[in-house]
C-alpha cells in the first residue's frame, strides 16, 4: 500500500461512515436528527399547534418544536403521521397539509399546501406521492368521499389526481408499483395502481384496517373490531389474502406498535364513561396474550425502540397543555417520564 | 354616577304632581348601583359609546378596560375574561336580562352590536349574590334609555370603512309627557377581505382573507308609558341576527358557517308607593344557533317579583324571587328545566361618608341546592372635600357557576353528575379624586379570587365529557387613572389603566399560568377638544401569554394605537351632521390574540350620522 492509500483510505472510511448516500448520489452528512427518537405531538384541534420533538437517545436532550425552530414559521397544523422514505421526512397533517424536509435537519424542501382535506398518511412509489385523505365531512358528519389524493414528484406539489376509496383511509404501504390503502371504515385493504393511478383490487378485512406492518419480510394489515384484533398477511406478488390470526383483545383503539421477536403493543381503551386505558401485548408465534400490561388513562400512543429495546408510551394529559411520555422496560420496569408537546401521539426512530 | 343620583332623586324628592320625568324602570340597574359598595364599576359615557358605534363590545372592553377579550379573528366569537377567568364566567345583561346562552354557559360580544344599547356599565369580581348565576369574574350590564325630550327625534348614521366595511343605523323616537316610543334599526356588513401573512404556508406569502364575512341586522322597539303618577310600563324587543363565515386557523382549510339569531323581550312594571317600590320583570329569550347546518335552539321565560324599600334613616332594603323556565333543542339532546332564586339586599349610608350593602341569595335547579351565596361591601370616604376625596373600599363576596346544560345533557359525553363551580372573591381599593382646573381620579383595586370546582371538558377516547378538576387562584392589581382640565380653547382628557393578574392552576402541586391569561395589560388615552372639532388617541397592551398549560409556546404580547377626529359643527337647519373618521390599528401593527387567527392590519372608519 502506497502513501497516498495510507494517508487517503482512512480519510475515505471515515467519511463512508459519517456519511449517507441520497438517490441523486450526493453525500450527505449525518443530520442532528437522523438519530434518536422523534416524537409527533398531534396538538390540540382549533389550535393547529402540532410539532415534532427530537429526542437525543445519547445524552437525553428533549428538543422542542423542531419544524418551528427551523424553517422559522409554525408548522400549524394537526400532525397525524410522520412518514420516511426515499430520503425525505414527510410531516402529514390532517388539517390540510403536507410538509417536506429533509429528515437531518428539518429544513423544508417542499410541501403540499391545496387540494387536501384531512390528509391521513403518505406513500411513495413511481416518484410520486400518495396520500390518504377522509375527504371533506357531509352534513351528517360521514365522509363518503374519501380519496387518495396523487402528487407528481417527491418534494411536493400540486395535487393532479384524487382516486376515490372507501370511507376513511388510514395507513398506505407500496410495493413496487403498487399501493395498498387500509380502508378502516370500509374493513378493506385496496390496492392503487402507482403507474394508472387507478383503484386496481379491494380485499375484504376481517375488521377495520389500520396499519400495515412487515414482518420477516412479509406483508400484514393489522385491524380491529369491538371484540377483537386481528393480523392478516397479504401476499406482495398474488395481492391476496394469505393468512389470518385473531385475538380476543376487546377495545383496541387502531395504535399499535412492533415490538421485537413477533411481538406487538397496542392500546386499548374503554372509552367514555368508564375511561380505562390499557397496553395488551401479543406475540403472533407463541400467540401468547397480556392484557393491561399498563393501565391508566390518557394512552394516546405508543412506540418501541428498536435499538434500545424500550417500549414508548405517550400520555395527552387531556389536550390541556403539554403532554407526557413514559419510558419502560420490556420488564414493565419505568425508565424515564418526558414532557412533550401537546398531543403526544407516535414515535419514530432513527 | 349620574343615573344613581338621578334614582335617588327620584325617590326620594319627586314630588308626587311629578308627571313629566319617567323614571326607567330596571331592577338591574337600581341594585348595580345601590347594593354595590365596595366593588369595581366602570360606566361608559355616551362620549366613550359613540366612538366605538360602528365596533363591537368586545372591542370596547379590551381596549378601555382590564378585561381580555379573546378574539378569534375579525368580527369572529369574541369571549371575555374577567380577572383571569373563563368567558363563563362572566354574566351579562340586556335590561337585566341575561344574555348567555343557556346551552354554552356564555356570550360572543361579536354580536352584541353597540347600537343596541345606551348604556354599557361593566362589574368586577364575584356578585352572585346581587346578580346571580355566572357572575364569577365579573358581570357586563347592558341597558337602554328613553329618548329625552318630547315630540319626534331621530338620527339615521352611516359607515364606510376598510375590507368592505358598511354600517347603517337608524333611530326613531317620539315622547309624550306620559309615553315614549324608540324604533332602533341597524345592518352591519362586513366582507373583512382584509391582507395578512400566511406564516403556515413556506415564504409566508401575503394573503387576502376570503372566508370571515360577518354579516348582522337587528331590531329593537322599546316602549315607555305611565299610566299612573305611580305606575311605569317598559318594554323592550330585540331582535338580531348574524351570519358568518368562520375564519380558518391558519394551516386549516375548514369552511365553517354559523348562523345566531335571537329574539329577547322583556316587560318591566314598577309601582311606587310613599317609600317603597314594586316592581315586576317578565321576559323571553329565544336563541337560535346553526352551525354548519346543525341547529341549536333554546328558550327561556323569566319572571320575576321585587319589592324595595329606601327608608328615611339611610336604609334601603329590598327582597325578590325570580323564576326561570329552560327549553333546550338541540342537535344532541332536548331537555327542560326551571331555576328559582330568592334574593335579599341592603343598604346603609351613613352621612354620605359611610355605605354599606349585604346581598344574600338562595337559588335552586333540579334536584340541586347551590350553596347560599352573600356578598358583604363597604365604601368609606376618609378624606370628603370641596376639591379633594379619598374613599375606601373593600368587597367581599361568592360566586357561582352552574353547570351548562351542554356540560350535562350532551349527548354522548355530557355529565349529569357535575357539581356548581364556586369561587371566593375579596378586594380592596383606594379611589382619590381632585376637583379643580386639573379635575383627575384614579383608583387602585388589589383583588384575590379562588374558583373552585372549575369544569374542563377532557377526552374520554374518542368523546369529550367535563369534569370538576380545575382549582385556580387568581390575584391582582388593577390600576385605572382619568384627569381632565382646559388650557385656553382647548379641553383635554387623558386616561391611563394597567392590569397586572396573576392566573394559576393550582389543581397540581406545580402551579401554572392558565393559559391565554397575560399578566400584563394597559391602556391609555387621549382627546382632545377645539370647539367642535375633538381628536381621540388611543392604544392598549395586552401581555405575552402562553397558548396551552404549561405550554413552551408563548405568543409575544402586543400594542395598538387608534386615532379619531371628530366634527360636530356641521348642520343644515335643524339636522346636526356630526363626522367622525378613525383609523384603527395606526402602526399597522402585525398582531395575534390567539394563535395563528390572523387580524387585520391598518383600517380607516368614515362614520357620518343625520341626527334631528
Given at each position: 500500500?502506497?502513501?497516498?492509500s495510507?494517508?487517503?483510505?482512512?480519510?475515505?472510511?471515515?467519511?463512508?461512515?459519517?456519511?449517507?448516500?441520497?438517490?441523486?448520489?450526493?453525500?450527505?452528512?449525518?443530520?442532528?436528527?437522523?438519530?434518536?427518537?422523534?416524537?409527533?405531538?398531534?396538538?390540540?384541534?382549533?389550535?393547529?399547534d402540532?410539532?415534532?420533538?427530537?429526542?437525543?437517545?445519547?445524552?437525553?436532550?428533549?428538543?422542542?418544536n423542531?419544524?418551528?425552530?427551523?424553517?422559522?414559521?409554525?408548522?400549524?397544523?394537526?400532525?397525524?403521521?410522520?412518514?420516511?422514505?426515499?430520503?425525505?421526512l414527510?410531516?402529514?397533517?390532517?388539517?390540510?397539509?403536507?410538509?417536506?424536509?429533509?429528515?437531518?435537519?428539518f429544513?423544508?424542501?417542499?410541501?403540499v399546501?391545496?387540494?387536501?382535506?384531512?390528509?391521513?398518511?403518505?406513500?411513495?412509489?413511481?416518484?410520486?406521492?400518495?396520500?390518504?385523505?377522509?375527504?371533506?365531512?357531509?352534513?351528517?358528519?360521514?365522509?363518503?368521499s374519501?380519496?387518495?389524493?396523487?402528487?407528481?414528484?417527491?418534494?411536493?406539489?400540486?395535487?393532479?389526481?384524487?382516486?376515490?376509496?372507501?370511507?376513511?383511509?388510514?395507513?398506505l404501504?407500496?410495493?413496487?408499483?403498487?399501493?395498498?390503502?387500509a380502508?378502516?371504515?370500509?374493513?378493506?385493504?385496496?390496492?392503487?395502481?402507482?403507474?394508472?393511478?387507478?383503484?386496481?383490487?379491494?380485499?375484504?378485512?376481517?375488521g377495520?384496517?389500520?396499519?400495515?406492518?412487515?414482518?420477516?419480510?412479509?406483508?400484514?394489515?393489522?385491524?380491529?373490531?369491538?371484540?377483537?384484533?386481528?393480523?392478516?398477511?397479504?401476499?406482495?406478488?398474488?395481492?391476496?389474502?394469505?393468512?389470518?390470526?385473531?385475538?380476543?383483545?376487546?377495545?383496541a383503539?387502531?395504535?399499535?406498535?412492533?415490538?421485537?421477536n413477533?411481538?406487538?403493543?397496542?392500546?386499548t381503551?374503554?372509552?367514555?364513561?368508564?375511561?380505562?386505558?390499557?397496553?395488551?401485548?401479543?406475540?403472533?408465534a407463541?400467540?401468547?396474550?397480556?392484557?393491561d400490561?399498563?393501565?391508566?388513562?390518557g394512552?394516546?400512543?405508543?412506540?418501541?425502540?428498536?435499538?434500545?429495546?424500550?417500549?414508548?408510551?405517550?400520555?395527552?394529559?387531556?389536550?390541556?397543555?403539554?403532554?407526557?411520555?413514559?419510558?419502560?422496560?420490556?420488564?414493565?420496569?419505568?425508565?424515564?417520564?418526558?414532557e412533550?408537546?401537546?398531543?403526544?401521539?407516535?414515535?419514530?426512530?432513527r | 354616577?349620574?343615573?344613581?343620583?338621578?334614582?335617588?332623586?327620584?325617590?326620594?324628592?319627586?314630588?308626587?304632581?311629578?308627571?313629566?320625568?319617567?323614571?326607567e324602570?330596571?331592577?338591574?340597574?337600581?341594585?348595580?348601583?345601590?347594593?354595590?359598595?365596595?366593588?369595581?364599576?366602570?360606566?361608559?359615557?355616551?362620549?366613550?359609546?359613540?366612538?366605538?358605534?360602528?365596533?363591537?363590545?368586545?372591542?370596547?372592553?379590551?381596549?378601555?378596560?382590564?378585561?381580555?377579550?379573546?378574539?378569534?379573528?375579525?368580527?369572529?366569537?369574541?369571549?371575555?375574561?374577567?380577572?383571569?377567568?373563563?368567558?363563563?364566567?362572566?354574566a351579562?345583561?340586556?335590561?337585566g336580562?341575561?344574555?348567555?346562552?343557556?346551552?354554552?354557559?356564555?356570550?360572543?360580544?361579536?354580536i352584541?352590536p353597540?347600537?343596541?344599547?345606551?348604556?354599557?356599565?361593566?362589574?368586577?369580581?364575584?356578585?352572585?349574590?346581587?346578580?346571580?348565576?355566572?357572575?364569577?369574574?365579573?358581570?357586563?350590564h347592558?341597558?337602554?334609555a328613553?329618548?329625552?325630550?318630547?315630540?319626534?327625534?331621530?338620527?339615521?348614521?352611516?359607515?364606510?370603512?376598510?375590507?368592505?366595511?358598511?354600517q347603517?343605523?337608524?333611530?326613531?323616537?317620539?315622547?309624550?309627557a306620559?309615553?315614549?316610543f324608540?324604533?332602533?334599526?341597524?345592518?352591519?356588513?362586513q366582507p373583512?377581505?382584509?391582507?395578512?401573512?400566511?406564516?403556515?404556508?413556506?415564504?409566508?406569502?401575503?394573503?387576502?382573507?376570503?372566508?370571515?364575512?360577518?354579516?348582522?341586522?337587528?331590531?329593537?322597539?322599546?316602549?315607555?308609558?305611565?299610566?299612573?303618577?305611580?305606575?311605569?310600563?317598559?318594554?323592550?324587543?330585540?331582535?338580531?341576527?348574524?351570519?358568518?363565515?368562520?375564519?380558518?386557523?391558519?394551516?386549516?382549510?375548514?369552511?365553517?358557517?354559523?348562523?345566531?339569531?335571537?329574539?329577547?323581550?322583556?316587560v318591566?312594571?314598577q309601582?311606587?308607593?310613599?317609600?317603597?317600590?314594586?316592581?315586576?320583570?317578565?321576559?323571553?329569550?329565544?336563541?337560535?344557533?346553526?352551525?354548519?347546518?346543525?341547529?341549536?335552539?333554546?328558550?327561556?321565560?323569566?319572571?320575576?317579583?321585587?319589592?324595595?324599600r329606601?327608608?328615611?334613616?339611610?336604609?334601603?332594603?329590598?327582597?325578590?324571587?325570580?323564576?326561570?323556565?329552560m327549553?333546550?333543542?338541540?342537535?344532541?339532546y332536548?331537555?327542560?328545566?326551571?331555576?328559582?332564586?330568592?334574593?335579599?339586599?341592603?343598604?346603609?349610608?351613613?352621612?354620605?361618608?359611610?355605605?354599606?350593602?349585604?346581598?344574600?341569595?338562595?337559588?335552586?335547579?333540579?334536584?340541586?341546592?347551590?350553596?347560599?351565596?352573600p356578598?358583604?361591601?363597604?365604601?368609606?370616604?376618609?378624606?370628603?372635600?370641596?376639591?379633594?376625596?379619598?374613599?375606601?373600599?373593600?368587597a367581599?363576596?361568592?360566586?357561582?357557576?352552574?353547570?351548562?346544560l351542554?356540560?350535562?345533557?350532551w349527548?354522548?359525553?355530557?355529565?349529569?353528575?357535575?357539581?356548581?363551580?364556586?369561587?371566593?372573591?375579596?378586594?380592596?381599593?383606594?379611589?382619590?379624586?381632585?376637583?379643580?382646573?386639573?379635575?383627575?381620579?384614579?383608583?387602585l383595586?388589589?383583588?384575590?379570587?379562588?374558583?373552585?370546582?372549575?369544569?374542563?371538558w377532557?377526552?374520554?377516547?374518542?368523546?369529550?365529557?367535563p369534569?370538576n378538576?380545575?382549582e385556580?387562584?387568581?390575584?391582582?392589581?388593577?390600576?385605572?387613572?382619568?384627569s381632565?382640565?382646559?388650557?385656553?380653547?382647548?379641553?383635554?382628557?387623558?386616561?391611563?389603566?394597567?392590569?397586572?393578574?396573576?392566573?394559576?392552576?393550582?389543581?397540581?402541586?406545580?402551579?401554572?399560568?392558565?393559559?391565554?391569561?397575560?399578566?400584563?395589560?394597559?391602556?391609555?388615552?387621549?382627546?382632545?377638544?377645539?370647539?367642535?372639532l375633538?381628536?381621540?388617541?388611543?392604544?392598549?397592551?395586552?401581555?405575552?401569554?402562553?397558548?396551552?398549560?404549561?405550554?413552551?409556546r408563548?405568543?409575544?404580547?402586543?400594542?395598538?394605537?387608534?386615532l379619531?377626529?371628530s366634527?360636530?359643527?356641521?348642520?343644515?337647519?335643524?339636522?346636526?351632521?356630526?363626522?367622525?373618521?378613525?383609523?384603527?390599528n395606526?402602526?399597522?401593527?402585525?398582531?395575534?390574540?390567539?394563535?395563528?387567527?390572523?387580524?387585520?392590519?391598518?383600517?380607516?372608519?368614515?362614520?357620518?350620522?343625520?341626527?334631528?
Open positions: 500500500m502506497n502513501k497516498f495510507k494517508l487517503i483510505l482512512p480519510i475515505f472510511l471515515g467519511v463512508l461512515l459519517f456519511t449517507a448516500c441520497d438517490p441523486t448520489g450526493e453525500e450527505r452528512p449525518q443530520g442532528v436528527y437522523d438519530a434518536g427518537v422523534l416524537i409527533l405531538n398531534e396538538g390540540a384541534f382549533g389550535a393547529n402540532g410539532e415534532v420533538f427530537h429526542l437525543n437517545s445519547t445524552t437525553a436532550i428533549l428538543s422542542p423542531l419544524f418551528e425552530k427551523v424553517n422559522a414559521r409554525p408548522f400549524a397544523g394537526l400532525l397525524e403521521d410522520l412518514v420516511l422514505e426515499e430520503d425525505r414527510y410531516l402529514v397533517a390532517n388539517t390540510g397539509k403536507v410538509e417536506v424536509v429533509q429528515p437531518g435537519d429544513k423544508s424542501i417542499g410541501g399546501e391545496k387540494d387536501l382535506n384531512q390528509p391521513r398518511s403518505l406513500a411513495t412509489a413511481r416518484g410520486k406521492l400518495f396520500i390518504s385523505d377522509y375527504g371533506p365531512y357531509d352534513a351528517n358528519y360521514n365522509t363518503p374519501s380519496y387518495v389524493a396523487v402528487v407528481q414528484g417527491l418534494d411536493g406539489g400540486v395535487v393532479k389526481k384524487k382516486i376515490l376509496v372507501s370511507s376513511k383511509p388510514e395507513d404501504y407500496a410495493f413496487g408499483s403498487y399501493v395498498f390503502v380502508g378502516s371504515e370500509g374493513k378493506k385493504v385496496e390496492i392503487l395502481d402507482a403507474n394508472a393511478e387507478l383503484l386496481f383490487k379491494s380485499l375484504e378485512m376481517p377495520q384496517p389500520v396499519q400495515f406492518l412487515e414482518l420477516n419480510g412479509e406483508l400484514w394489515v393489522f385491524c380491529y373490531d369491538a371484540q377483537k384484533v386481528y393480523f392478516v398477511s397479504i401476499s406482495k406478488s398474488g395481492l391476496s389474502q394469505t393468512k389470518i390470526q385473531s385475538f380476543p383483545v376487546a377495545q383503539t387502531g395504535r399499535i406498535a412492533q415490538g421485537d413477533d411481538t406487538f403493543y397496542l392500546l381503551s374503554s372509552g367514555w364513561p368508564d375511561y380505562k386505558d390499557g397496553i395488551t401485548v401479543i406475540s403472533l407463541t400467540g401468547i396474550l397480556t392484557t400490561w399498563k393501565k391508566g388513562t394512552f394516546y400512543g405508543i412506540g418501541f425502540d428498536p435499538k434500545k429495546q424500550q417500549i414508548y408510551l405517550a400520555n395527552a394529559k387531556g389536550f390541556q397543555g403539554n403532554g407526557e411520555v413514559t419510558v419502560y422496560q420490556k420488564s414493565g420496569a419505568e425508565v424515564s417520564k418526558l412533550v408537546g401537546r398531543g403526544p401521539s407516535g414515535f419514530l426512530f | 354616577m349620574t343615573f344613581a343620583l338621578w334614582c335617588v332623586s327620584l325617590f326620594y324628592f319627586a314630588s308626587p304632581q311629578d308627571t313629566v320625568v319617567l323614571a324602570v330596571g331592577v338591574h340597574a337600581a341594585a348595580l348601583d345601590r347594593f354595590s359598595a365596595g366593588q369595581t364599576l366602570i360606566s361608559y359615557d355616551k362620549n366613550t359609546l359613540a366612538r366605538y358605534a360602528a365596533r363591537s363590545l368586545g372591542d370596547l372592553l379590551q381596549e378601555t378596560s382590564p378585561i381580555f377579550v379573546r378574539q378569534y379573528g375579525a368580527g369572529m366569537l369574541a369571549s371575555p375574561s374577567f380577572r383571569g377567568t373563563s368567558a363563563g364566567h362572566t351579562l345583561f340586556w335590561n336580562i341575561p344574555l348567555n346562552s343557556i346551552s354554552l354557559g356564555q356570550s360572543d360580544l361579536s352584541l353597540l347600537q343596541a344599547t345606551d348604556r354599557v356599565e361593566v362589574h368586577f369580581g364575584s356578585a352572585a349574590a346581587l346578580f346571580g348565576n355566572e357572575a364569577i369574574g365579573g358581570s357586563v347592558l341597558s337602554t328613553p329618548p329625552k325630550g318630547r315630540g319626534f327625534q331621530g338620527s339615521l348614521s352611516q359607515t364606510v370603512g376598510s375590507f368592505g366595511l358598511a347603517t343605523s337608524m333611530t326613531a323616537g317620539y315622547g309624550t306620559k309615553v315614549r324608540q324604533s332602533k334599526l341597524y345592518r352591519q356588513n373583512n377581505t382584509f391582507r395578512y401573512r400566511d406564516i403556515s404556508r413556506a415564504g409566508a406569502p401575503w394573503e387576502q382573507e376570503d372566508h370571515a364575512h360577518f354579516r348582522q341586522q337587528g331590531a329593537i322597539q322599546e316602549l315607555w308609558w305611565q299610566p299612573s303618577l305611580r305606575a311605569q310600563v317598559k318594554a323592550s324587543v330585540w331582535f338580531n341576527q348574524a351570519e358568518r363565515e368562520i375564519q380558518p386557523v391558519l394551516g386549516s382549510n375548514s369552511e365553517d358557517l354559523q348562523e345566531d339569531e335571537s329574539f329577547r323581550a322583556v318591566d312594571y309601582y311606587q308607593q310613599r317609600q317603597s317600590i314594586w316592581k315586576i320583570k317578565g321576559a323571553l329569550i329565544q336563541d337560535r344557533l346553526q352551525f354548519n347546518g346543525q341547529n341549536n335552539q333554546t328558550q327561556q321565560g323569566i319572571l320575576g317579583l321585587d319589592w324595595e329606601h327608608s328615611a334613616g339611610n336604609w334601603a332594603f329590598r327582597m325578590g324571587l325570580r323564576g326561570t323556565w327549553t333546550a333543542n338541540l342537535s344532541t332536548s331537555v327542560t328545566e326551571q331555576r328559582l332564586e330568592a334574593y335579599q339586599s341592603m343598604g346603609w349610608e351613613l352621612e354620605d361618608r359611610i355605605s354599606v350593602s349585604l346581598n344574600l341569595r338562595q337559588l335552586a335547579y333540579p334536584n340541586e341546592l347551590v350553596p347560599f351565596l356578598g358583604l361591601g363597604l365604601e368609606w370616604k376618609l378624606v370628603q372635600g370641596e376639591r379633594r376625596e379619598l374613599l375606601f373600599k373593600t367581599v363576596g361568592l360566586g357561582v357557576k352552574l353547570p351548562t351542554n356540560d350535562r345533557y349527548n354522548p359525553g355530557g355529565n349529569p353528575n357535575l357539581r356548581p363551580e364556586k369561587s371566593k372573591n375579596g378586594e380592596l381599593g383606594l379611589q382619590l379624586k381632585q376637583k379643580g382646573t386639573f379635575t383627575w381620579s384614579q383608583r383595586t388589589y383583588y384575590r379570587m379562588k374558583v373552585d370546582d372549575w369544569i374542563i377532557l377526552p374520554k377516547g374518542a368523546i369529550w365529557s369534569e378538576i380545575r385556580v387562584h387568581n390575584q391582582g392589581l388593577e390600576y385605572q387613572a382619568n381632565s382640565w382646559t388650557t385656553g380653547n382647548w379641553n383635554w382628557q387623558a386616561n391611563l389603566g394597567y392590569t397586572y393578574s396573576r392566573t394559576r392552576d393550582r389543581t397540581e402541586e406545580e402551579s401554572q399560568q392558565l393559559p391565554y391569561s397575560p399578566e400584563h395589560q394597559g391602556n391609555a388615552g387621549l382627546q382632545l377638544s377645539l370647539g367642535d375633538a381628536i381621540d388617541f388611543s392604544g392598549f397592551y395586552v401581555g405575552p401569554r402562553s397558548i396551552a398549560m404549561g405550554s413552551s408563548v405568543l409575544d404580547g402586543y400594542a395598538l394605537c387608534n379619531g377626529l366634527f360636530s359643527g356641521a348642520k343644515w337647519k335643524s339636522i346636526q351632521l356630526p363626522l367622525r373618521f378613525q383609523v384603527l395606526v402602526f399597522n401593527q402585525s398582531y395575534e390574540v390567539l394563535y395563528l387567527r390572523a387580524m387585520p392590519g391598518r383600517s380607516y372608519q368614515l362614520n357620518l350620522t343625520l341626527t334631528l
